[in-house]
């Protein structure tokens, strides 16, 4: 009886260093599909990233009609990317003279003085620290045919001047007065660390033209979910079982002795 309690009493001593409890920010991706930017259906993917690094599709699929979903950050990401293109029907096709591929991604850099260096927040901490109920962000696609846009969106930037949401924008050299905080270009995002204090650390070939809103995303804090490692679900479980088998083994010795 004393090991299964001092076993019980090690996991839960054990929960603490082995749960990862955050206050999950909540994102609700809304997108209205319009037959005339589209023939055929919108692909979506998102993806939670880490420094601009790819770590976890969070969702794909495409959608004929207006779609609305709502999802978790996970506790690694920093940034957040937004993928959308027109596709016509086919797996990997995209529509010639139709809108094609369009990245939007979200992140709040900021520089750490100590380091000497540029930093992305991390996004559960900041939306919970910063965001008192609501936020509401542009989706962003280009009006020129068979292009790539990239769009950076600076969380931090938004909160303190939100955009303003109308059917197209007129950007102009990676920037638009009503889109603060967006940085628009033709290029992948890069992401500098090490940039000087005075700059950015993120960076793309500036785009100039027209562009039109897609869809809207609302990010706003979460509750504190508890999320166990895959580590620490395999050390409780071990526990248990551990537990479980000592006492299946030693009810069988008294079992036996008693015959």
Same mark, same amino acid.
């Given at each position: 009886?004393?090991?299964?309690?001092?076993?019980?009493?090690?996991?839960?001593? *054990?929960?603490?260093?082995?749960?990862?409890?955050?206050?999950?920010?909540?994102?609700?991706?809304?997108?209205?599909?319009?037959?005339?930017?589209?023939?055929?259906?919108?692909?979506?993917?998102?993806?939670?990233?880490?420094?601009?690094?790819?770590?976890?599709?969070?969702?794909?699929?495409?959608?004929?009609?207006? *779609?609305?979903?709502?999802?978790?950050?996970?506790?690694?990401?920093?940034?957040?990317?937004?993928?959308?293109?027109?596709?016509?029907?086919?797996?990997?096709?995209?529509? #010639?003279?139709?809108?094609?591929?369009?990245?939007?991604?979200?992140?709040?850099?900021?520089?750490?003085?100590?380091?000497?260096?540029?930093?992305?927040?991390?996004l559960n901490t900041w939306v919970d620290d910063n965001?008192?109920?609501?936020?509401? *962000?542009?989706?962003?696609?280009?009006?020129? #045919?068979?292009?790539?846009?990239y769009v950076l969106m600076d969380l931090g930037v938004?909160?303190?001047?939100?955009?303003?949401?109308?059917?197209?924008?007129?950007?102009?050299?990676?920037?638009?007065?009503?889109?603060?905080?967006?940085?628009?270009?033709?290029?992948?995002?890069?992401?500098?660390?090490?940039? #000087?204090?005075?700059?950015?650390?993120?960076?793309?070939?500036?785009?100039?033209?027209?562009?039109?809103?897609?869809?809207?995303?609302?990010?706003? #804090?979460?509750?504190?979910?508890?999320? *166990?490692?895959?580590?620490?679900?395999?050390?409780?479980?071990?526990?248990?079982?551990?537990?479980?088998?000592?006492?299946?083994?030693?009810?069988?010795?008294?079992?036996?002795?008693?015959?």
């Amino acid at each position: 009886m004393r090991r299964i309690i001092g076993i019980l009493v090690l996991a839960v001593l *054990l929960s603490p260093v082995i749960a990862d409890t955050s206050n999950a920010a909540n994102w609700d991706w809304e997108v209205t599909y319009d037959t005339a930017d589209c023939p055929g259906p919108w692909h979506g993917i998102v993806y939670f990233t880490r420094n601009c690094q790819l770590m976890e599709k969070l969702w794909e699929g495409d959608f004929y009609f207006p *779609l609305n979903f709502w999802f978790f950050t996970p506790s690694f990401a920093n940034d957040i990317l937004f993928v959308h293109y027109c596709k016509c029907g086919l797996p990997e096709c995209s529509c #010639p003279g139709y809108t094609n591929r369009a990245l939007s991604k979200m992140a709040i850099p900021s520089y750490v003085w100590p380091l000497s260096q540029w930093t992305l927040e991390d996004l559960n901490t900041w939306v919970d620290d910063n965001v008192p109920d609501s936020m509401e *962000l542009v989706i962003l696609q280009d009006s020129v #045919p068979d292009i790539a846009l990239y769009v950076l969106m600076d969380l931090g930037v938004s909160l303190a001047n939100p955009p303003v949401f109308k059917e197209s924008y007129i950007v102009t050299n990676g920037t638009c007065p009503d889109l603060p905080g967006y940085l628009i270009g033709t290029t992948e995002i890069v992401y500098d660390s090490l940039a #000087p204090s005075s700059g950015y650390p993120l960076s793309t070939t500036p785009f100039s033209g027209e562009v039109k809103q897609h869809s809207k995303v609302t990010v706003r #804090p979460g509750d504190p979910i508890p999320t *166990l490692t895959e580590w620490g679900l395999i050390i409780f479980a071990l526990l248990v079982m551990g537990c479980m088998a000592w006492v299946f083994v030693r009810q069988r010795r008294r079992a036996t002795v008693s015959i």
